[in-house]
């Protein structure tokens, strides 16, 4: 995973860009998965049986930079798209060995690994991109969930997690509601200004 997140690096993936693959699970899903998270990147899978006008969708909606395609056959439907798909630099196979591959990614950069990100909870939660993300997901999953009703318009965004030893939750695993509203009152109240 170290060498495959280096590999990423110097194809110079990092934060916010997106790595893709099209593989059934495997073993190399989950390395890829973890080594572009390790660069900040986000992960885009799509699997074997997809359509290629549906692989071509995802690519080019998601902005995919570098894309791993499990087998030579899938390698052949696709290797079209980086000159059609602006974001699109590369694509590495994952079976095999050398140039072009996901082992030969990995072999250039065996001597200098590079560390994974850690991303700070409290710096995500202030980024807007992150803020809006998580809103438009909750919102639309409450309205098909409950149609226009009980849907909520503002959010306080958290770093903390509740738990039983910061006592947010009860042994029952409940939110202690009185604890929550006062060490969250200015930002509860700061809700309805």
């Keep these: 995973m170290d060498n495959l997140r280096g590999g990423l690096a110097g194809l ?3 934060n ?15 390395v890829a998965a973890f080594a572009s998270y390790g660069l900040g990147a986000r992960f885009v899978p799509m699997y074997e049986a997809e359509l290629i006008h549906v692989w ?17 056959e899938i ?14 630099e590369k694509i590495l196979l994952i079976e095999g060995d050398g140039e072009g ?13 590079i560390p994974a990100i850690h991303p700070d909870p409290d710096e995500l939660i202030r980024t807007q991109g992150i803020k809006d993300l998580i809103s438009n997901k909750i919102v639309t999953f409450l309205k098909g969930k409950y149609g226009g009703y009980e849907i909520p318009r503002k959010f306080i965004y958290l770093s903390e997690n ?4 910061n006592g947010m939750l009860t042994q029952t695993m409940k939110v202690k509601r009185r604890v929550v509203l006062e060490k969250y ?9």
């Design 16 to 30: 916010g860009d997106a790595v893709g693959i099209i593989a059934n699970n495997r073993v190399e899903w989950a």
């Design 162 to 165: 509740f738990t039983l030893e």
């Design 101 to 113: 591959t996901m082992a030969g990614l990995e072999e250039t950069v065996q001597a200098h690994p």
């Design 12 to 14: 110079n993936v990092g």
């Design 56 to 72: 071509e969708y995802i690519i080019r909606d998601s902005s995919i930079k570098v894309l791993f395609v499990s087998k030579p």
């Design 75 to 88: 390698y052949e439907k696709v290797k079209g798209l980086e000159a059609d798909i602006p974001t699109l």
């Design 185 to 193: 009152k200015e930002e509860i109240e700061a809700q309805y200004k």
